[in-house]
């Protein structure tokens, strides 16, 4: 008994993670209750939304430019590293402004029973760059599950065996304060930065 | 650290209620994962909505035509009348499907505290039908709290006095089964069909 366009709003909202029947519509009599200009900036926002957004040619990391907001900063020391599974991980340390380097965003991790390989993620960009640039260091961050320590294992032996022959870089892996099983994302970023702080070399 | 346009859809996902900052930026990122032309549909429907929508001439649901489709509805029994404070309470029957007659929505209840008075409410539009309707009964089915019930009795009272010297009309009340002090939209339909079935007249 719904009109039918804000069943359709309704039925959208419940295909979001989270978001059941109950409170898809409620939500969907809230936006009729939000000023008419909000609600088309936001439409118009969704429609651009996929034409907009690339991804960093550099880090991988969401954009709307060829190069993202951290790699186009010329204070920020691009001669460190994070390598993180996803934009949501990088998001993380970026709130708790804790760190000045740089990213490399994989896109997942080595994950053989979902049949991600280290081909699926953006792990030879990884390779190249460190090849092509000047970087000092390059610090893992992907998760503390098994997928996350074997992608940083497998990135670790990959770097030691085609950049290493050509010049030495520091590697090294979030360790003191993130707990095993957790998902980097919902960390604290005081939590963050003790795991930054306490890095151990691989 | 966000690019701009999901920046601001992420801003935007926030003033929806219950959804904070780490959900809005979840659920920015799963849109954005989505079939492109889900997003475009969704977006078109968010601009389209406030004008597409109205109230019904007749029960003030909500609805893209003048007679919602529950008054427009030849099969349904126009001569009981469900009176609800809000369109979700009528939803909230309408799941069930236990009911097959009408509605009227009074969009709130006499509530002094925040200044919403009687005149406030479709009030005098449901006392208009009754007049000009064929109407047997009318269930009142506002909420089980303080305001709901003397939204309850001043309509009794109303009624019994603009249309009762004119002709007779059944007056009752939901009951049997709704707790105190919770809200209509809540409940499961079955409580509902037990409220409904052990209604009092007033």
């Given at each position: 008994m719904f009109p039918p366009i804000l069943r359709?709003?309704?039925?959208?909202?419940?295909?979001?993670?989270?978001?059941?029947?109950?409170?898809?519509?409620?939500?969907?009599?809230?936006?009729?209750?939000?000023?008419?200009?909000?609600l088309k900036t936001f439409g118009q926002n969704l429609i651009d939304?996929?034409?907009?957004?690339?991804?960093?040619?550099?880090?991988?990391?969401?954009?709307?430019?060829?190069l993202c907001p951290i790699c186009a900063d010329k204070n920020r020391n691009q001669k460190t590293i994070i390598v993180v599974e996803t934009v949501l991980d990088l998001l993380a340390f970026e709130q708790g402004k804790i760190y000045q380097g740089v990213y490399h965003v994989l896109h997942g991790k080595i994950d053989p029973l979902n049949r991600i390989t280290a081909d699926d993620l953006k792990i030879k960009e990884l390779i190249d760059r460190l090849k092509n640039e000047e970087v000092e260091e390059v610090i893992i961050a992907t998760s503390p599950d098994m997928e996350g320590e074997a992608t940083a294992v497998y990135i670790k032996e990959k770097i030691e065996k085609e950049v290493f022959p050509q010049k030495k870089i520091k590697i090294s892996r979030l360790v003191y304060g993130l707990p095993i099983g957790a998902n980097l994302e919902y960390a604290d970023y005081l939590t963050l930065k003790k795991a930054l702080e306490g890095r151990r070399e691989l």
């Open positions: 359709k709003i309704s039925l959208f909202l419940q295909r979001l993670p989270g978001i059941g029947e109950k409170t898809a519509n409620r939500l969907s009599f809230f936006l009729l209750r939000l000023p008419e200009n909000d939304l996929k034409q907009k957004i690339k991804l960093c040619q550099k880090c991988f990391n969401l954009s709307e430019e060829d």
